[in-house]
């Protein structure tokens, strides 16, 4: 049952997902109402984004090779010269097509 | 201090639009995505997780991986109950619904100079908002139109995106250790359990081992 497709699968996807933002964005702001965050809570939830980020990355490069690891370093060294997302991004995937061009 | 933050929302969103063109979502889907959800880094990843025709479980699992991704409001929400504390709670609730990455940052700012208008918080959400919706249908376009997004590096979006993102949140090597721990679980986890569990298991594995190191 949990397999079969869904009449408005897609809508329901979508407000599933929007119901589940609308508990973070008010949570927090709930929460300290009524109870103080630890200190140990406030540092998990400090290192949760660079977290999220380090574990899509490092399986997705394993996966993927060479070309994506290319991006990614092209990404975050344009990252480190200059704070700007568009030019991080323009050269990652100028890296990646460039290197696909070149059949690796 | 809201210009800076346009650059960055237009491309975020262009990306999630061509995305969401290649995973088979509807212009419509797509834009009601981006409407009602407005978290930009949750979308992209849900994304990775949609499935065409969407089952019960991809849904369970769609909703999932959106509170943890989005985990982050709700400690931006927390640094929010002194400032939003004297007002009505429905008019702090509705503020709250602006909490993005942008907006929370825009309005550190703004209560670091001394401000403490609680309409500036949503006057940014909304502006950024607006950029984030409209922003996402040129991008939607030109992924329908390109035939082989793989040749122009596309498939590699949220990886980019990610490590793009990763660099200014470096604060020196003890805060990493919990990242590392991220990486090598999710990488472990990836070989063992299919689909994108390996996100939410990898994210939630760093963080707590990151609060415990972090915390001597």
């Known amino acids: 049952m949990m397999n079969e497709p869904l009449a408005h699968g897609a809508v329901i996807g979508i407000v599933a997902m929007a119901v589940a933002t609308l508990m973070t964005r008010a949570a927090g702001y709930w929460l300290m109402g009524h109870i103080p965050m630890t200190r140990r809570v406030r540092r998990c939830l400090e290192i949760l984004p660079g977290a999220i980020m380090a574990a899509t990355i490092v399986p997705i490069v394993a996966?993927?090779?060479?070309?994506?690891?290319?991006?990614?370093?092209?990404a975050a060294g344009s990252m480190m010269v200059r704070r700007n997302e568009f030019i991080a991004v323009g050269f990652a995937l100028a890296a990646a097509s460039l290197a696909r061009a070149f059949g690796i | 201090?809201?210009?800076?933050?346009?650059?960055?929302?237009?491309?975020?969103?262009?990306?999630?639009?061509?995305?969401?063109?290649?995973?088979?979502?509807?212009?419509?889907?797509a834009v009601l995505?981006?409407?009602?959800v407005f978290g930009g880094a949750s979308q992209?990843?849900?994304?990775?997780?949609?499935?065409?025709?969407?089952?019960?479980?991809?849904?369970?699992?769609?909703?999932?991986?959106?509170?943890?991704?989005?985990?982050?409001?709700?400690?931006?929400?927390?640094?929010?109950?002194?400032?939003?504390?004297?007002?009505?709670?429905?008019?702090?609730?509705?503020?709250?619904?602006?909490?993005?990455?942008?907006t929370w940052l825009i309005a550190m700012r703004y209560r670091a100079e001394g401000g403490s208008d609680a309409s500036v918080y949503a006057g940014a959400g909304l502006t950024l908002w607006v950029i984030w919706v409209t922003s996402a249908i040129p991008g939607y376009l030109l992924g329908a139109f390109i035939a082989d997004p793989k040749r122009f590096g596309f498939d590699l979006v949220l990886i980019i995106f990610f490590a793009a993102m990763f660099v200014p949140l470096w604060r020196g090597v003890r805060r990493a250790?919990?990242?590392?721990?991220a990486g090598v679980v999710a990488l472990a986890v990836s070989f063992v359990v299919p689909g994108w569990?390996?996100?939410?298991?990898?994210?939630?594995?760093?963080?707590i081992a990151g609060a415990f190191i972090d915390d001597e």
């Not at chain 1, 996966?63 to 092209?74: H, P, Q």
């Not at chain 2, 569990?197 to 963080?207: C, E, K, R, T």
Request: hydrophobic content about 65%; glycine content about 8%; aromatic content about 10%.
């Open chain 2, 33 to 36: 995505m981006s409407a009602l």
């Open chain 2, 177 to 181: 250790i919990g990242w590392a721990v």
């Open chain 1, 63 to 74: 996966k993927v090779g060479a070309v994506a690891l290319l991006a990614v370093i092209v």
């Open chain 2, 1 to 29: 201090m809201c210009g800076a933050m346009v650059p960055g929302t237009v491309v975020f969103a262009a990306a999630y639009g061509t995305l969401a063109a290649q995973k088979g979502l509807s212009l419509t889907e």
């Open chain 2, 44 to 102: 992209l990843v849900a994304l990775e997780v949609w499935t065409n025709p969407l089952t019960a479980w991809t849904v369970v699992s769609l909703a999932v991986v959106t509170a943890i991704v989005n985990a982050r409001f709700i400690l931006m929400g927390a640094t929010l109950r002194p400032w939003f504390g004297a007002l009505p709670p429905w008019q702090a609730y509705a503020a709250l619904n602006a909490t993005v990455d942008a």
């Open chain 2, 197 to 207: 569990w390996f996100i939410v298991i990898g994210a939630l594995a760093g963080s």
